[in-house]
């Protein structure tokens, strides 16, 4: 996906060079999602097994709790839910949140 | 003749520049008829008169690998190589241009494979012409000497920063003895001056990361840069080649222009074929023919404007071809010259002749016979045949 609001050729490092260290969080790999992770608050213990094993850092967590899971960045990869040991998150097909806006907007 | 004027092979000529530029690192692996510039370099390296550090590899994928990382780490690197040497690489040698990373490489063009072939074509060289390298083609071991030096400024200015291939004829010049003027060590290293890192990998104080993948939403970004970057070279080419003059006294520019002002055809042929056309035009105009040559230097990027104004008098132009694209309409000098053309309203007739595949000799009854093809062209203003091919056995 390519939008408005990503960089121009004259703007971008020459080369494909990356030059800060740490920025492949300003890359969101959202769109890459086909299935979408969606936790029942109700049957989440909060053991954080899936903050544990999300490769993409997906999982926000604050005081020891899960604050919400970042849609930005979650790849759908579904092993959250594969690992979850009470069955919290289901993987929803995508189509299913197409009329829907994600937090930051616009981007479904 | 200077006290620096020797006899010499086209390959020593390049070793012996290369020399002179003292470049931090040099990885290659010897291919015919390249290997005798490699050997001779690594001459050099043992007998301490460099400093380069050279890495001897197993392949040539491997050369331009370490060379690659090598200009990433901040270092002025070299190589060489010939023909199947260069398809082997490739895959680094777009990495090489994609990632600005200025290695100056010497190309000792030689018919790619197969059937196995060592002797002089120009395929080796034409394949990697949409690489984003520049291409710079020598005539001669003089040549060959001159655009080795000319080619590390080119590569290095912050506008540019792109590799440079040098080409010059297998066997031809690689392994021919010519005259050649060298410049005095202390000249060449006051020409090409100490290297100036640019985004070097190894500063701890400034992480960086080389060849991210680089999808759908950034790559095509990056091509137009190296598109542009690759035009802005033109100017400093010119540049570095009047700066180069002031040392040497030998002009350099984009082409060659010999005896084209007022004459009625002309060829357009590149490297040792050139030599060979001066020739047959000196003894034609002794006989008050009208001939002339352009001969190109600048391959990448194509001086298509220039080249078609320098050629927009003609009544009759012929493009001589060492390579053939097949499938294509005309081997790739002939389609970029003549697309080249459309930029000028006149249009002169023009033909292409494909010659000297995998070392077959070309003379000048050859070159003669073309130029009298051109004139029977200008005087009937028919074209029998638009593509040929000259010296091959029906």
């Known amino acids: ?108 | 003749m200077s006290k620096n004027t020797v006899a010499i092979t086209g390959n020593d000529a390049a070793a012996y520049a290369i020399k002179q530029i003292n470049p931090d690192v040099m990885a290659a692996y010897p291919i015919t008829p390249q290997t005798a510039l490699v050997q001779k370099f690594s001459e050099y390296v043992a007998d301490g008169l460099v400093k380069t550090e050279f890495v001897t590899v197993e392949s040539e994928h491997s050369a331009m690998s370490a060379c690659v990382g090598a200009a990433a780490a901040g270092g002025r690197v070299m190589t060489a190589t010939a023909a199947n040497g260069l398809a082997l690489m490739f895959e680094i040698v777009y990495i090489a241009a994609s990632s600005k990373l200025p290695i100056v490489m010497p190309v000792v063009n030689r018919a790619l494979s197969g059937p196995i072939n060592i002797h002089c074509d120009h395929s080796d060289s034409m394949a990697a012409r949409d690489s984003g390298w520049l291409q710079l083609y020598s005539e001669n071991a003089q040549e060959a000497y001159d655009n080795t030096i000319q080619a590390i400024r080119i590569a290095e200015n912050m506008k540019v920063r792109l590799p440079v291939m040098v080409m010059y004829d297998g066997f031809i010049t690689s392994h021919g003895i010519e005259m050649v003027d060298f410049l005095d060590d202390e000249v060449v290293h006051n020409f090409v001056g100490d290297y100036q890192p640019n985004n070097p990998l190894l500063d701890p104080e400034k992480p960086l990361t080389y060849g991210p993948l680089d999808l759908y939403d950034y790559y095509f970004e990056h091509k137009r840069q190296q598109a542009e970057d690759i035009k802005n070279s033109k100017p400093i080419i010119l540049d570095v080649a009047k700066e180069f003059e002031k040392i040497s006294g030998r002009p350099y520019g984009l082409f060659e222009s010999y005896q084209l002002e007022d004459a009625e055809t002309a060829i357009v042929v590149l490297s040792s074929t050139a030599g060979t056309t001066k020739e047959v035009v000196d003894e034609m105009r002794a006989k008050g023919k009208k001939v002339g040559l352009l001969k190109p230097r600048v391959f990448r990027p194509f001086p298509y404007q220039e080249i078609a104004k320098a050629l927009s008098h003609l009544k009759a132009v012929a493009i001589l071809d060492r390579s053939d694209s097949f499938g294509a309409f005309g081997g790739p000098l002939f389609t970029e010259i003549r697309s080249a053309m459309m930029e000028f309203g006149k249009i002169p007739e023009n033909i292409d002749i494909i010659y000297g595949l995998g070392g077959r000799d070309i003379n000048e009854q050859d070159i003669e016979g073309v130029y009298n093809q051109l004139d029977a062209i200008a005087k009937s203003g028919k074209v029998k045949e638009r593509i040929q091919y000259l010296g091959v056995r029906e």
């Not at chain 1, 029942?40 to 709790?65: A, F, H, M, Q, R």
């Open chain 1, 1 to 108: 996906m390519t939008t408005n609001k990503q960089k121009g050729w004259k703007e971008i490092p020459k080369g494909g060079l990356i030059l800060e260290a740490g920025n492949s969080e300003k890359y969101e790999t959202g769109s890459w999602r086909s299935l979408r992770p969606v936790r029942d608050e109700n049957k989440c213990t909060n053991c954080l097994i899936c903050w544990v094993y999300c490769p993409d850092s997906s999982i926000i967590v604050k005081d020891g709790k899960i604050k919400k899971i970042d849609y930005d960045h979650c790849k759908g990869c579904g092993i959250c839910a594969a690992e979850c040991p009470v069955n919290a998150i289901t993987m929803v097909d995508e189509s299913e949140f197409r009329n829907e806006k994600t937090e930051k907007g616009g981007k479904k």
